[in-house]
């Protein structure tokens, strides 16, 4: 027989269908029987599922306690500056959204990199003159944790490395590993306001670094670089041509005392990825508007960076269409007024915070000069019934109904942070409870009983 000959089989009492066998090299099978695979039922995850680990709820799932139940539970754990109520949006932002979803302009889709004019509002809202900015330099992204992920997947590919703070974001070691990415923490130091170790930073730096990241101001520090610090973070990654993803979605909250410098205004060399958003300055997490600014003056990413960020951007079809079309109003409308109550109530309930930890023996807190955050440091030597952090911020829940996050959650033992955007009576009740906590469990050092003993 021919070994490629189809053979039809005319049985009148099967139903009119052809049962088509192909014959090849004269042997027989039906079509579409795969030679040798016994079939069963085999779905796994895949890989890149199977190396998605978050910190945070890792080890906030694994704290197997109750909270005291005489006593009201305080979160002081959750940066979501909306749960509490006592920080809603502007009526003037409220509107925008409302006025956006009643024109009818925006049910449809948008470019997977946003509209021209929302990107052209925020080129213009960001422009300096040190740093400028067209619409082209802007991708609107679903939040700024997408802005993150989309620089991380431009920027590195599996195998390559990038350089990460401690403490820091744990998102950022979430999404890179779930890319095949190394993760290489630099150092922050408690002791000079969260500055980074510069010498060690560079010392982590290797062919295969693909970017540094910076987080100003930090989540979870609440710190705030000063400019000449900026200015020797961007020379360690001029000597060594390293990117920098700026993650500066808390960039406008900013303390009294204190300045944020928009890191690619201090550097025209360094090709800088900024990450922004409305989530925290406008109060609004859940509205998922995020962007990034590329800044590349000296042309480094040219237009594969930029290129590549469009087809990556296409992946979801860019963020909501409705926020988009109130970005304008949201920009322009909103009242400095707005602005300081937000940003004069944070400052109130850190300063109170920090002065109310500072005074309980066996805490040593770091003040903040920003962002919704500040970090305690347990002197552990003094609670020995404890092994960590993990461990004291447990016992805290059973005893006290207070949630701090332990700093293990973003690489720090033996600290805790502290969010701070709980209303001010709720901040004072903590601090109290903390401070019986500590009351209660705090053991003098070994070798340190006279000055218990002051």
């Known amino acids: 027989m021919d070994p490629y000959v189809i053979q039809m089989s005319s049985n009148s009492n099967l139903p009119s269908v052809l049962d088509v066998h192909v014959n090849i090299g004269g042997r027989s099978s039906l079509l579409g029987k795969m030679?040798?695979?016994?079939?069963?039922?085999?779905?796994?995850?895949?890989?890149?599922?199977?190396?998605?680990?978050?910190p945070i709820r890792a080890i906030v799932d694994s704290m197997k306690v109750k909270p005291n139940p005489d006593k009201t539970m305080i979160a002081l754990s959750i940066g979501d500056p909306t749960v509490f109520g006592n920080l809603p949006t502007d009526p003037e932002i409220t509107q925008a959204m409302k006025d956006a979803l009643d024109s009818g302009k925006y049910n449809g889709y948008a470019p997977s990199i946003g509209y021209l004019s929302s990107r052209e509002e925020i080129a213009s809202y960001y422009h300096r003159p040190e740093a400028p900015l067209e619409a082209k330099d802007v991708i609107l992204t679903s939040g700024c944790s997408q802005a993150i992920e989309l620089c991380l997947a431009v920027l590195a590919n599996p195998g390559q490395n990038i350089l990460v703070p401690r403490p820091g974001f744990s998102l950022y070691r979430t999404l890179a590993e779930s890319m095949g990415i190394e993760v290489k923490l630099y150092n922050l130091l408690p002791e000079k306001s969260w500055?980074?170790?510069?010498?060690?930073?560079?010392?982590?730096?290797?062919?295969?670094?693909?970017?540094?990241?910076?987080?100003?101001?930090?989540?979870p520090c609440g710190s705030v670089f000063s400019k000449s610090h900026l200015q020797k973070i961007l020379a360690v990654a001029a000597r060594q041509c390293v990117p920098i993803l700026a993650d500066e979605i808390y960039g406008?909250?900013?303390?009294?005392?204190?300045?944020?410098?928009p890191l690619a205004t201090l550097s025209s060399n360094v090709p800088i990825l900024s990450c922004g958003g409305l989530a925290k300055r406008w109060l609004v997490p859940g509205w998922r508007l995020g962007w990034i600014l590329i800044?590349?003056?000296?042309?480094?990413?040219?237009?594969?960076?930029?290129d590549g960020l469009v087809k990556l951007s296409q992946r979801i079809l860019g963020p909501c269409t409705i926020v988009q079309g109130a970005l304008k109003s949201i920009l322009h409308r909103t009242p400095q007024e707005f602005y300081h109550n937000t940003l004069s109530f944070l400052k109130s309930n850190a300063d109170l915070c920090y002065g109310a930890l500072a005074a309980i023996p066996g805490l040593q807190p770091v003040r903040p000069s920003g962002a919704m955050y500040l970090m305690v440091g347990i002197e552990m030597e003094h609670f020995p019934e404890f092994e960590n952090d993990v461990e004291f911020t447990e016992r805290l829940v059973a005893e006290q109904s207070v949630h701090c996050l332990p700093a293990t959650c973003f690489e720090y033992p033996n600290f805790f942070r502290v969010v701070i955007t709980v209303p001010k009576v709720m901040m004072l009740e903590a601090c109290s409870r903390i401070q019986e906590f500590c009351e209660l469990h705090y053991h003098c050092a070994e070798g340190s009983q006279e000055e218990c003993d002051k």
């Not at 980074?196 to 930090?218: F, G, R, W």
């Not at 406008?252 to 410098?261: A, L, N």
């Open 252 to 261: 406008d909250m900013v303390f009294s005392d204190s300045k944020f410098e």
């Open 35 to 54: 030679k040798g695979r016994k079939a069963r039922w085999s779905v796994k995850p895949s890989d890149m599922s199977n190396k998605t680990f978050n």
């Open 295 to 306: 800044h590349d003056r000296r042309d480094i990413f040219g237009n594969e960076i930029r």
């Open 195 to 219: 500055e980074i170790d510069l010498k060690q930073l560079e010392s982590l730096i290797d062919e295969k670094t693909a970017c540094l990241i910076v987080n100003n101001p930090s989540n």
